[in-house]
């Protein structure tokens, strides 16, 4: 920013206003063109009136010497307002400099160097040329720069003044009152030449203002414009996202409503399987009428199981068996009914008591409905089951296990089998290490016999129980536990033992998610 003429404009402002000094200089150049034309008209007139060689020598000396001024003013100017030279303030100074004292030499050589040869007046003449000192005092106002009106002023007021003091030194003329008034007008209209030069640039500063505030609100109108291009375009791809989102959302509510539609039926069809996997679970009245006490601890992870029980009675024996299914949920479910199934055929049909001889043909027939070949990559579906035979005359029990052992809690010492941590009392029978089902090596199931005597407590589970994942460090509960809670509470009766074992599995669970189907079966001879 500058301040210009007291007035504070940006350098965009100071650019322009020199790009309109150049133009005005070029303007007063074509001026001076016509002022050299004239002044060479009247010296060609001038030449009319003379007589004798001298004064016309004169005249041409005078006359050549304000033309080359005048060409090398004119030439000047001309070089230093081209396009792409650098406008110098200077130059204005020099401008007004030739303008007035070329016009003072010319008027100068006229009234005092030789007789003068118009039909007029010297003072008039002079007049005249105050007339002419003042037009090149106007032409300063064009150039809008105080300073030269102030100069170019002074310069008037000085040259004219030397002019008329002339007449009273050359010519031993006294017209002071000639010099008063002249003086007064140059002074006067120098004044209004500073007032209207003034005006002039806050003029032209308010037209660049307004020049430039009109091109800003062209600039801002065209960047509106795109703005609003870009907002309909943002508008047309808006409404385009939201169509298609609608279009989305009414996909997603089709898929919605069927897969509710699908889970609903599927939930149907669970909840019937859930009662059909019920009805072939047998009724406890069975166990009531034969055992002192017992109970089922049955905990599907689903609605439907893949862990199942099973007791009937047969010619004074009760079969009673806990099995572990492969897999849980529906898959497992079916399983669980094909064991139940074939578990009848066996037992009930074929009147087979004997738990090795049961497991031995429940294996045969289940091999024999999955179609299994032992072929590699072969599903290994099948089931792990403690299955136990009691005779009630003799209270010995048969025992034989797929992968899944019995537990014996009695006071008679049964030294054949393990026991645990060496507490007496507690005993474990082991299994068959081998599935019901097709397997490497398929050997005959193990028929142990035990003899029992009232009071002795028999435990069979799935591995649901021990497997589940829970406590502060969310790790399996593992068997070790699972006997020592047995044990612990092997005095209590068979329901307050199930609602113990139940505890301390939901309390183990905590917030985590059930992994695998639960049953344990207790039994109290």
């Known amino acids: 920013m500058k301040k210009l003429k007291n007035v504070i404009v940006s350098d965009e402002y100071v650019s322009a206003l020199h790009e309109r000094e150049i133009s005005t200089e070029r303007s007063i150049n074509r001026f001076r063109v016509a002022f050299l034309v004239i002044i060479a008209m009247l010296d060609v007139i001038s030449s009319m009136f003379l007589k004798g060689i001298n004064y016309s020598t004169k005249y041409e000396i005078l006359g050549s010497i304000v033309a080359i001024s005048g060409v090398f003013s004119i030439l000047f100017i001309f070089y230093f307002t081209k396009k792409g030279k650098k406008y110098n303030g200077i130059i204005k ?131 509106i414009e795109q703005k609003n291009e870009e907002l309909n375009q943002l508008v047309e791809e808006i409404s385009s996202q939201r169509d298609e989102i609608e279009a989305q959302r009414n996909t997603v509510t089709e898929q919605k409503n069927r897969i509710e539609t699908i889970h609903n039926e599927v939930e149907n069809s669970i909840n019937y399987a859930t009662r059909l996997q019920q009805s072939i679970l047998p009724e406890e009245s069975l166990l009531n009428k034969y055992l002192t006490e017992h109970f089922v601890l049955f905990k599907p992870k689903d609605k439907v199981s893949g862990d199942f029980y099973w007791w009937t009675h047969i010619e004074g024996h009760t079969v009673i068996t806990a099995a572990d299914c492969t897999g849980h949920g529906v898959p497992g479910a079916f399983m669980s009914m094909l064991g139940v199934s074939f578990l009848r055929e066996i037992v009930e049909k074929e009147y087979i008591t004997n738990t090795g001889l049961i497991l031995k043909k429940l294996r045969k027939e289940i091999i024999k409905s999955l179609k299994q070949k032992g072929e590699t990559g072969e599903q290994k579906d099948g089931m792990d089951m403690a299955i136990i035979s009691i005779n009630h005359e003799t209270n010995v029990v048969q025992f034989s296990g797929a992968n899944n052992p019995l537990y014996i809690v009695s006071k008679t010492n049964h030294q054949r089998f393990k026991t645990f941590d060496d507490l007496t009392g507690f005993y474990e029978v082991k299994p068959n290490k081998m599935p019901i089902a097709i397997y490497d090596k398929m050997e005959n199931f193990t028929t142990h016999e035990i003899q029992l005597q009232k009071g002795d407590q028999l435990y069979m ?45 939901e309390t183990w669970r905590g917030n985590e998610e059930q992994i695998d189907d639960v049953v344990v079966v207790g039994i109290k001879i």
């Open 461 to 505: 589970f799935s591995d649901g129980f021990a497997d589940q994942f829970g406590g502060e460090k969310g790790k399996k509960f593992k068997y070790k536990p699972f006997k020592k809670l047995i044990i612990e509470n092997s005095e209590k009766t068979m329901l307050e033992q199930k609602e113990i074992i139940n505890n301390t599995f």
């Open 93 to 223: 100074y020099i401008s007004v400099t030739l303008d007035l004292f070329i016009t003072f030499v010319f008027a100068f050589g006229v009234l005092f160097w030789m007789e003068f040869p118009l039909p007029i007046s010297k003072e008039t003449f002079a007049v005249l040329v105050t007339i002419i000192f003042m037009f090149f005092n106007i032409l300063s106002v064009l150039r809008t720069d105080k300073n030269i009106v102030i100069y170019s002023s002074l310069l008037t007021l000085l040259l004219n003044t030397i002019m008329f003091l002339g007449f009273y030194f050359v010519l031993g003329k006294n017209i002071n009152m000639l010099i008063g008034y002249t003086s007064f007008f140059i002074i006067l209209l120098s004044v209004f030449n500073l007032w209207v030069s003034e005006q002039i640039l806050k003029s032209f500063i308010a037209n660049k203002g307004l020049e430039n505030a009109n091109i800003e609100i062209s600039d801002k109108n065209i960047k």
